[in-house]
């Protein structure tokens, strides 16, 4: 049974984050190295979240390749590293505060429910993936080699290339900011 907490995270995450998201606009006062730094240092992120979607039947089967085979949750592995990048980005300390305990605070319960539904919807798939794959940073105890390998008609399916265009977006923001100070 979920949590009440649980819940409204679930529910809270994406107005959290578009919060945040806005107030990262108008606070964030890159620098050319900041900006570059923080841009590469997001862009793994960005890969690792097209990459999970691209290996993802959501609610169809559990996902256990690509990088599924690694780590149970690699979407939100992925917008930890693009918030970290963002943050560098913008160069200021305060927002990269404000996000990892956006992220703890809202997605670690997030997970945690995601798995009650996942051992609900995969029981038997689920339990030896749990105990053979770490749930959230990769440690090398990985999953068995099996799942489908990555397919662009799910990476399309699971609309993964809007983190890409955001990526692209803030990134373009970022710069015009930057040119406008």
């Avoid at 890969?47 to 979607?53: K, M, P």
């Avoid at 691209?54 to 939100?76: F, I, M, S, V």
């Amino acid at each position: 049974m979920d949590s009440g907490y649980a819940a409204w995270a679930a529910r809270w995450r994406v107005p959290l984050g578009f919060a945040l998201g806005v107030a990262y606009l108008v606070f964030a006062q890159p620098t050319p190295s900041f900006l570059f730094a923080g841009g590469l240092l997001a862009l793994p992120g960005v890969l690792l979240r097209a990459w999970a979607a691209g290996c993802l039947d959501k609610n169809q089967r559990l996902a256990n390749g690509g990088p599924y085979h690694y780590t149970r949750n690699p979407l939100y592995l992925g917008s930890l590293i693009m918030g970290v990048g963002f943050a560098v980005a913008g160069r200021r300390w305060p927002l990269l505060l404000a996000f990892l305990i956006l992220f703890l605070l809202v997605y670690w319960p997030v997970m945690r429910r995601e798995e009650g539904f996942l051992r609900r919807q995969f029981s038997e798939a689920y339990s030896p993936y749990a105990q053979s794959v770490p749930m959230f940073f990769p440690t090398g105890r990985r999953a068995p080699a099996s799942g489908d390998p990555f397919r662009w008609s799910r990476y399309r399916k699971n609309r993964e290339y809007q983190a890409a265009l955001g990526y692209v977006a803030a990134l373009a923001f970022l710069v015009l900011k930057m040119l406008l100070r």
